[in-house]
């Protein structure tokens, strides 16, 4: 699989699909749509976990991929970013994460294998969202205790783990492990699939996609843009990138300095725009769509799609753009790294 991506990659740009949750937040929910015969008399409240809809709400989160595949994305991501006993805790819902893993995949799969049969010239992938947890490993969440951590290198591990697993058993191609604000959060899930990759024999392609949270161009635990590429340069992958936190306009020179020095395929799905007072996203597909050309023009990226407050009138418009331009070579690594330590 590894191998038939990368040639994909090596023709033409891929285009990765926009918001799960901007398109989920246009269904009026209660919190009965969030529960099912089994969860009837779950004590906890249930709405606004928005991944427990693969199982409660299937046709829902069938019909978000159904969209985004006709808008012309190539690549669909699971309704999982929140699927690790660490996140659904919040729930008490632990007991259902492969459920949740599994029943995500299985449905993204089946539009994926149904838009692949209409057009087998251009084949539909799954990417199995590995979000970044409710947890950080490297900050402490009480500023009175700065070395207590909420949670470990091992919990985090483990959590990844399990999900992998599921998102494997129900057929993605590949896993992407997204939105990181702590690389060292992202060194477990990697590690985790590595382990995997190990034990089962199997390729498992991987994107990777870290977050810049503010106009400082560093991750939330304080990395820039070179030393997130440089702490997970030893795991092999299919892409590295970024997304979320800002709009494309301001990610441009972090996104810049990735496809300037990585050897990987640079992928990028920014939000669009930065939310208004209300929260929300005015970034229209045509204002989106303008910026996104920039980084086509400057030759930035081999995967594009949208982030936060994106849907797929957004994709729409990014995918057209994006067939017109010619995918990104990959740099020499080891030349940059070699350069910098002299």
Same mark, same amino acid.
């Given at each position: ?95 259902? +994460? ?73 057929? +993605? ?19 985790? $699939? ?17 977050? $810049? ?78 910026? $996104?050309? +920039? ?48």
């Amino acid at each position: 699989m590894t191998v038939y991506i990368r040639e994909i990659l090596e023709k033409r740009i891929l285009v990765l699909d926009g918001a799960m949750g901007t398109m989920i937040q246009k269904h009026p929910l209660t919190e009965e749509d969030f529960r099912n015969e089994a969860l009837k008399s779950h004590p906890h409240p249930l709405k606004g976990d928005n991944d427990l809809l693969s199982i409660t709400r299937p046709e829902i989160i069938k019909d978000i991929h159904r969209q985004y595949f006709e808008a012309g994305a190539d690549i669909a991501e699971t309704n999982t970013f929140n699927s690790t006993t660490i996140a659904q805790a919040d729930y008490h819902l632990e007991h259902l +994460v492969y459920d949740l893993n599994f029943q995500s995949a299985k449905i993204a799969r089946e539009v994926a294998d149904e838009f692949t049969r209409m057009n087998p010239d251009k084949p539909r992938f799954v990417a199995g969202a590995m979000g970044p947890t409710n947890r950080t490993a490297s900050l402490s969440p009480d500023v009175n205790d700065p070395g207590y951590r909420a949670v470990s290198f091992d919990q985090l591990k483990q959590a990844y783990r399990e999900q992998a697993i599921a998102l494997l058993d129900g057929g +993605v191609d590949l896993l992407i492990v997204e939105t990181i604000f702590d690389t060292l959060n992202a060194k477990a899930a990697l590690f985790a $699939i590595d382990e995997l990759r190990e034990e089962l024999n199997r390729d498992i392609p991987i994107m990777v996609s870290g977050t $810049i949270t503010d106009a400082s161009g560093r991750t939330l635990s304080g990395q820039t843009t070179e030393a997130f590429m440089i702490s997970i340069s030893h795991i092999p992958m299919i892409s590295i990138g970024l997304n979320c936190a800002l709009g494309a306009s301001a990610l441009r020179p972090y996104l810049k300095t990735m496809a300037d020095k990585s050897a990987n395929f640079v992928s990028a799905h920014p939000n669009a725009g930065l939310p208004n007072e209300f929260g929300q996203y005015d970034e229209s597909p045509e204002q989106m769509g303008a910026q $996104i050309e +920039v980084f086509l023009k400057e030759n930035l990226v081999n995967i594009i799609g949208g982030c936060c407050g994106t849907t797929p009138a957004h994709i729409k418009v990014i995918a057209e753009i994006a067939s017109k331009y010619a995918p990104r070579k990959p740099k020499d690594e080891l030349a940059w790294i070699s350069a910098e330590m002299n």
